[in-house]
Structure formats: structure tokens, C-alpha cells
């Protein structure tokens, strides 16, 4: 996989008088057309300031939602474009397509200092794809090609493999800073390296648990995860929802575990309810729920628990919420846990997604040691996988 000395940086690029095409990430939450949380478009800035100082004219695309291949008219990137010319102090041209003519056309007319945006990539099948003659189309566009796009790292679709295949392609500073620290976790991170993993789905982390067991020394299971883990050694999880597909699989990690005499810790209570939006919760043992009761959050005995194991940890990555955290009755535990990774002296990775939007909430970010912007490129880079959109980026 990419290491950090391998990649090539855009600090080593010529781009003064270029058109420089840049994959960001602005698939950012949105309120109806109003940008919620303009966190990832703020992480761009520097790698867009370079290149505007260094005399570049830009040409900017990302993807916003699912739109599968279709033009989804609340999908357009409209809102993006004004939110950044607001950060960035100047006017930032949305263009109506990606590809064709017209684009071809105000790309031309742009000069150095320029900034234009290109609408939702997605809106195109040929995306998702890596077309060849839709990245050739999307290429033939520019110069230089920058990805500054961490969170499609690991996707192979034209914008982040086909254009880099195309021009002299760089990573830019976002990208750069992400492959910095996190390879601090494995390269020789400091011991007890602890990973804390939930979220709702097991079937999503089934990969990060196999691998991770092999890395780490303790892995702290919460979320709709844990229910599933639980089950899968006979636990009683109520209706709690579980995946039964994946009992086997989870089985075999917790035996390779032992083997290897990585901790796995589960959580000892949980809170119960008998739907997410019941008036009424309570707390009970996590392996003995009524039939009646589902699981929506770790008790306080498990972020007890978990905060004992999270203090002597020297190393920690966090992917996944502990709880239904949306709903004030069950995130106590995601907080818990936050809080115990904040109070912690340990270098702490936060893989994006949900997990980064909840310490942003509960304003703990600042006491974070690095919080990146790509949960499913965060997670894969940390189990060693190769990604391809660094791949395409090294020599």
C-alpha cells in the first residue's frame, strides 16, 4: 500500500498558468439546500490557497448523495459553490455538467485565479464506472490533476483513478496530511494500541475486526455491532437487531483473538427500549435482554468499562458510534466514550463518518489527535489495505 514518502505531493508541481483539475470531497450533510456542516469543504481550503497563490487556475469536482447515475435536481452542487466562495473570498463559477462542450467552453475562458465547479460527478453512471472515455473527457479538461479527495480514496471511479491515470497527478494537502498521521498507527504505533468499533451495521465492520485483531491490542465492541457479536456467543440480545449470516464469521475472530491474546471486550449493560422513539428507556445486562426490549446504547457500566481500557491506551482508533446517538435517550454512551478518548493521553485517530460528526457535536474535536475525513478510506488505509486512489498517486 501508498506510504507517505512514496506519494507525489503538489507541493512539487508546476502550476502557475495551468488549469489544475481537483477531486475534493463536499458530500457534506445538507439541510434541504442549506450546507449543515461545512467541515469537509474547510478542509480543502489550504490545497485550494496553494494552488490559487502559485498563480493555478482551478477546476473543482465532487460527488453530493447517491443520485446513481441520474440528475437528481436536489442533488445539484449549487449550495457547495456559494457556500465555498464564501470561505475562500471569491466568486467560484458552478458549471451546469461536467463533461461536453460547454464545459469545455468556460474552462478556456477561465484565467489563473479562478476558481469553477463542476456539477455533481455523479450525476453521470460513467462515475462509479471509471469509464475510460467519461475520465479522457473529464481530463482533457486540464493540466495537472490534484486529489484532495481522502474519503473516495478507496474507490477506483474515473474521478479519482481514470483523470490521475491521465495527467501528472499529485495529493494534495488534505490527502497528504491523512496518509501523515495515519500512518503513525502503522508504522510502529505506541502500545496498547486500542480500537473501539461500533456503528449499527456488524456486517460493515466484519473486515475491520478481522484485521484489526491481528494489529491491535484490545478492541472495545459497541453499537448495533456489539449486539450482533454478543448473540453470536449465545448471548440473550432481545430484539435487539442482529445478523445471524454473520455469527460464524464473528466466531472465528473472536477464536483468533484468543489465540493472538488481543482483548476483546464487550459491553457489559446496555440501555433498553422497546423502540427507538419509546418515551421510556431503561438499563439492563446487554447479554440478557427481555424478548421485549431492544438494545439502542452501551449502559454505564460499559463506558465505565470501556473508559478504563480507553486510559492506559496509548494509541487509539475510534470508527463507529457507541449508540443511536441522534436521539438525546441514547447517546450517553457515544459521549462516554468521546469524552474518555478526549481525557486520554493517547495519539487518537477518529475515522470520519459518523463517529467525527459526533465529537463535532459534543465539541471535542479540538482535544482529538486527528479526526479524518474518510470513514470507509480511514478504516482501510489502518488495516493495511491498498488504496486505489493512492495507489495511482505514487513514484
Known amino acids: 500500500m501508498a506510504r507517505a514518502q512514496q506519494i507525489r505531493r503538489i507541493q512539487e508541481a508546476d502550476v502557475a498558468g495551468k488549469t489544475v ?15 449543515k456542516d461545512d467541515a469537509r469543504i474547510r478542509a480543502s481550503l489550504p490545497t485550494l490557497e496553494l494552488l490559487l497563490q502559485r498563480g493555478a487556475k482551478v477546476v473543482l469536482f465532487t460527488h453530493l448523495g447517491r443520485p446513481d447515475g441520474a440528475v437528481v435536481p436536489e442533488l445539484r452542487v449549487d449550495p457547495l459553490a456559494e457556500r465555498l466562495s464564501a470561505l475562500l473570498r471569491r466568486p467560484v463559477q458552478k458549471l451546469d455538467d461536467c463533461v461536453g462542450a460547454a464545459v469545455e467552453a468556460s474552462v478556456r475562458a477561465a484565467r489563473p485565479g479562478d476558481v469553477l465547479l463542476l456539477e455533481n460527478i455523479r450525476f453521470h453512471a460513467e462515475e462509479e464506472a471509471n469509464d475510460p472515455s467519461f475520465a479522457a473527457g473529464l481530463a482533457a479538461l486540464g493540466d495537472v490533476y490534484v486529489d484532495d479527495a481522502f474519503g473516495t480514496a478507496h474507490r477506483a471511479h474515473a474521478s479519482t483513478v481514470g483523470v490521475a491515470e491521465r495527467l501528472p497527478a499529485y495529493a494534495g494537502l488534505l490527502v497528504q496530511e491523512e496518509v501523515d498521521q495515519l500512518s503513525r498507527l502503522l508504522r510502529d504505533p505506541a502500545r496498547p494500541y486500542v480500537a473501539i468499533v461500533g456503528g449499527k451495521k456488524a456486517a460493515d465492520k466484519l ?27 449465545g448471548a440473550e440480545v432481545g430484539g435487539s437487531r442482529v445478523e445471524p449470516e454473520l455469527f460464524d464469521d464473528l466466531r472465528a475472530i473472536l477464536k483468533a483473538a484468543k489465540e493472538r491474546g488481543t482483548e476483546i471486550v464487550l459491553p457489559a449493560d446496555a440501555v433498553l427500549a422497546p423502540a427507538l422513539s419509546a418515551a421510556e428507556t431503561t438499563v439492563g445486562d446487554a447479554a440478557r435482554i427481555p424478548a421485549g426490549l431492544c438494545g439502542f446504547d452501551i449502559g454505564p457500566k460499559s463506558v465505565a ?26 447517546a450517553r454512551g457515544t459521549r462516554g466514550v468521546a469524552e474518555a478518548v478526549a481525557a486520554s493521553g493517547a495519539f487518537s485517530v477518529i475515522g470520519g463518518g459518523e463517529t467525527g460528526e459526533a465529537v463535532e457535536e459534543m465539541g471535542l474535536s479540538d482535544r482529538i489527535g486527528f479526526i479524518s475525513t474518510g470513514g470507509g478510506a480511514c478504516l482501510a ?6 488504496l486505489p486512489a493512492l495507489a495511482v498517486l505514487e513514484g
Open 207 to 233: 473486515g475491520v475486526l478481522r484485521d484489526l485483531v491481528a494489529r491491535v491490542d484490545a478492541v472495545l465492541i459497541g453499537g448495533g455491532v456489539a449486539f450482533t457479536v454478543l448473540a453470536a456467543t
Open 21 to 35: 483539475l481537483v477531486r475534493v470531497d463536499y458530500n457534506v450533510p445538507m439541510d434541504g439546500r442549506t450546507v
Open 381 to 386: 488505509f489502518l488495516r493495511g489495505k491498498s
Open 305 to 330: 468499562q470501556f473508559s478504563r481500557v480507553i486510559a492506559g491506551a496509548r494509541s487509539l482508533v475510534w470508527a463507529g458510534p457507541m449508540g443511536a446517538f441522534e436521539f438525546p435517550a441514547f
